[in-house]
């Protein structure tokens, strides 16, 4: 099982002093070895959440372009981008261009969308669910198309058309098909049909693992469906990690091994709140990387 970390609170230092925290952040996340580095992609932060909505919050693929800057090995990606943030073929170009100055290291992490109130307070259309869903399985379409080298053509859809799709330069990264493409959600009847139909990885919200155990059976049975093996959807998992704060990674490990056991690939960390996100990363998760990586997973 590897580790990862996602940037979600921007709060603990001043503003004028993000850009080199960030990037002390990165370092850190390579000398710890984590293969994954994440951050929210929304224009206000979570109040759903129970987080005041004014809290800093960062545009979430210029903070990944500053990040790729810093790294060499982790991979880097948005968890996840909702689908109304941004038209698709420009998100397919946003993506592609993190991956080639990233040297082929980007995710498309991706879903629905669901915080109303920053749609409003923007601007942002803020369709009906249902139709959130026809846009992210066309966006999907269209982000697979804008990276196949032999396709520039046009794309006809019920809510996007594109007259080109063309996409130079091409990403890095699996020459042909182009960045993971990540859905999040744990939606057991259209999210993870996508992910089935077609996605490279999923992301799970923590549950308790029987939980997580009938996702991955619904998931099994999305892929038997559509003719595809299970097996090469990579599962990832969001965790809180609270116990590495106290500096308890044994009592850390014995939560995650049952997810491991499951067959979850990558357990990603939160940043909890009022930690610099460097100190945290350093201090807390990478003590954990090596215990963790003992579990197995695929």
Not at 62 to 69: I, K, S, V
Not at 266 to 274: D, H, M, S, T, Y
Request: glycine content about 10%.
């Amino acid at each position: 099982m590897r580790l990862g970390a996602h940037l979600m609170r921007f709060d603990a230092v001043e503003p004028a002093r993000l850009a080199p925290e960030l990037a002390a952040t990165g370092e850190a996340a390579e000398e710890a070895g984590l293969s994954w580095l994440s951050v929210m992609d929304h224009f206000f932060q979570m109040e759903p959440a129970g987080l005041p909505a004014d809290d800093p919050m960062l545009e979430a693929y210029t903070t990944l372009g500053l990040l790729a800057g810093r790294t060499e090995t982790v991979q880097l990606g948005a968890l996840v981008t909702g689908v109304t943030y941004r038209h698709p073929g420009l998100l397919a170009k946003i993506v592609a261009t993190l991956d080639v100055l990233s040297r082929g290291r980007a995710t498309l992490g991706i879903g629905a969308a669901w915080y109303e109130r920053e749609h409003v307070g923007l601007g942002v259309p803020y369709p009906p669910l249902a139709e959130r869903f026809e846009r992210l399985e066309e966006t999907l379409r269209i982000c697979r198309q804008m990276w196949d080298p032999a396709d520039d053509g046009p794309f006809e859809g019920a809510h996007y058309r594109l007259a080109e799709s063309l996409c130079r330069p091409l990403p890095l990264s699996r020459p042909g098909r182009g960045p993971e493409i990540l859905v999040g959600g744990s939606g057991e009847r259209k999210t993870l049909r996508l992910v089935a139909q077609y996605a490279d990885a999923c992301n799970l919200f923590e549950a308790a693992p029987e939980e997580i155990a009938r996702k991955l059976d619904v998931l099994r049975g999305h892929c038997d469906a559509v003719g595809r093996d299970a097996a090469d959807v990579r599962v990832t998992l969001v965790m809180g990690g609270d116990q590495l704060l106290t500096g308890d990674v044994d009592a850390f490990v014995a939560a995650a091994r049952p997810y491991a056991d499951l067959g979850v690939a990558e357990v990603i960390l939160r940043a909890p709140a009022g930690v610099p996100l460097a100190t945290w990363v350093r201090d807390h998760v990478a003590p954990a990387v090596p215990r963790v990586a003992e579990l197995g997973g695929r």
